[in-house]
């Protein structure tokens, strides 16, 4: 793509400046979900900007819940929506040792240690300060114990008590958290593995991740990692949380709301350019304009046009959307969509009668799953006509007009759209007739239905020995019923 020259100065400091890289890191535990991918989506987009550098990871510590299924899902999502990444993936469980290492740096440095506390005594004094007033966070039982390794015992960061860790939120400002509000969170649990938030801030920082961008849910994270990143001599990086998604019904995201996987909109005829375009409008604005080329896209992203308010989800909108691209679309592109959706009784292999039948219908569906439904006159030899529409339409009455159809519509050279339009104009003169008194009798003869592409598109596109076969076809059935 051409470079803008406010880009190309970017790009000139990004060279002098430290490059930027951020990182997508899900939890391989489930498949990736809206929320999920306009996070990687927003990581993505502003490493593009700036020329930097995009790192997947996938953390997988919960050996647990973690699944090859569930990660094969990740990275198929990412595939899909055109996310590539520049390293990766990384996988965190493939290097415990490296964060073991690291505690036992802290267990060195007397900022870190063991403690035998157990889960029954735990709860016990979490109701205890819950029953007082007091925030349940642990009360530093071991803190001062020296304790040494015991089966069972999980080892505590020895957390800042005064003062107050300042996080330089790029979307949300400055938020201050007073350090004697933050325990002495846990970094190695009983079983040896690493906790999320101190595993996080050993991968973040070995590979130099400049900018972490992630959902709102984790900021109340976020200083207890400022502080182990400082306890460990780390630079720290810039955070950036991103609002969370809410229902129309203005509660979290879920199912109910159209909350499924990345690829379940695939599998629904969504386009994965409509999705991207959908996902960065939830947070992000660039003026009125609602529709973007991915190139748009880099161009003119960043954070300081993130919202801070929580954004919600609209599937007419994205409805709106995907109807939008897949008109847009070239017919060769939605041929390539289909192949998996076409139903099996369907012949497909003639592909010039197939485009065209997906030209007449691209600009009338909002889906890909719509085409089938719309398309079963084409590929089938016996129209199946609606019960009310054959009623009202094929008529006795109408029977003459459809045979001269046929009978003229055979002598047509050159079955242009033109010659079509012309045949019908002087047919409806020679009868003396408006277009109105064929006009719905030959939709529904061609097709069984009484909404479709205009006529002389139909009739182009089924060929003139179709369509004189179908309008036969409904001349027998009219006299079948008298």
Same mark, same amino acid.
């Given at each position: ?93 493939? +290097?415990? #040792?490296? $964060? ?6 802290? /267990?060195?440095?007397? &900022? @870190? ?100 961008? +992630?959902? #709102?849910? $984790? ?6 990692? /400022?502080?182990?990143? &400082? @306890? ?100 060769? +592109? ?149």
């Amino acid at each position: 793509m051409n470079l803008n020259p406010i880009r190309f100065k970017k790009m000139q400091e990004n060279q002098i400046m430290k490059k930027i890289r951020t990182r997508f890191a899900p939890s391989p535990t489930g498949y990736l979900h809206i929320g999920g991918a306009r996070t990687a989506l927003f990581n993505w987009l502003f490493t593009r900007h700036h020329y930097g550098e995009f790192v997947l990871r996938i953390e997988d510590t919960d050996q647990q819940r973690s699944t090859e299924e569930s990660t094969q899902a990740i990275l198929d999502a990412m595939t899909w929506l055109g996310l590539n990444w520049d390293e990766g993936p990384f996988f965190q469980a493939q +290097r415990v #040792d490296l $964060h073991r290492e690291m505690v036992q740096k802290l /267990i060195h440095e007397d &900022k @870190a240690y063991f403690c035998t506390c157990s889960p029954e005594e735990l709860e016990e004094k979490r109701k205890q300060a819950l029953a007082t007033g007091k925030k349940p966070k642990y009360d530093g039982t071991c803190r001062e114990k020296r304790l040494k390794k015991t089966p069972g015992s999980v080892v505590r960061f020895r957390s800042e008590q005064t003062g107050a860790t300042i996080v330089d939120d790029l979307i949300k400002g400055k938020i201050v958290f007073n350090n004697e509000e933050l325990d002495d969170l846990i970094i190695e649990r009983g079983d040896g593995y690493p906790t999320y938030n101190f595993a996080v801030v050993i991968d973040d920082a070995l590979m130099n991740i400049t900018h972490v961008i +992630r959902g #709102d849910d $984790h900021v109340n994270n976020t200083p207890r990692q /400022i502080l182990l990143y &400082k @306890a460990l001599g780390f630079d720290v990086p810039h955070f950036a949380h991103v609002p969370m998604i809410l229902g129309s019904d203005k509660t979290r995201l879920s199912k109910r709301h159209g909350a499924t996987s990345v690829m379940a909109y695939k599998d629904m005829g969504y386009l994965p350019e409509a999705l991207v375009n959908y996902l960065v409008r939830l947070g992000w604005a660039h003026g009125d304009q609602e529709i973007f080329s991915p190139e748009e896209l880099i161009n003119l992203f960043d954070l300081d046009a993130v919202g801070k308010s929580p954004a919600v989800f609209n599937p007419e909108k994205l409805l709106w959307l995907n109807a939008h691209y897949i008109k847009e679309a070239t017919t060769d +592109r939605l041929m390539e969509e289909m192949k998996p959706i076409w139903p099996a009784a369907f012949d497909t292999s003639d592909s010039v009668f197939t485009q065209k039948v997906i030209s007449d219908l691209q600009p009338r569906v909002k889906t890909l799953r719509e085409l089938p439904g719309m398309a079963d006159f084409y590929f089938t030899e016996n129209v199946k006509y609606d019960e009310q529409a054959a009623e009202k339409f094929l008529t006795s009455e109408i029977s003459e007009y459809l045979k001269a159809i046929a009978s003229g519509i055979a002598s047509v050279q050159n079955f242009s759209k033109e010659n079509i339009e012309e045949f019908l104009k002087n047919f409806i003169q020679e009868q003396n007739i408006k277009f109105k008194v064929i006009a719905q009798p030959l939709r529904v003869a061609l097709t069984g239905k009484t909404v479709s592409p205009g006529i002389d598109e139909l009739m182009v596109t089924l060929g003139k020995e179709r369509v004189i076969t179908k309008i036969s076809d409904a001349i027998n059935y009219i006299e079948s019923r008298q």
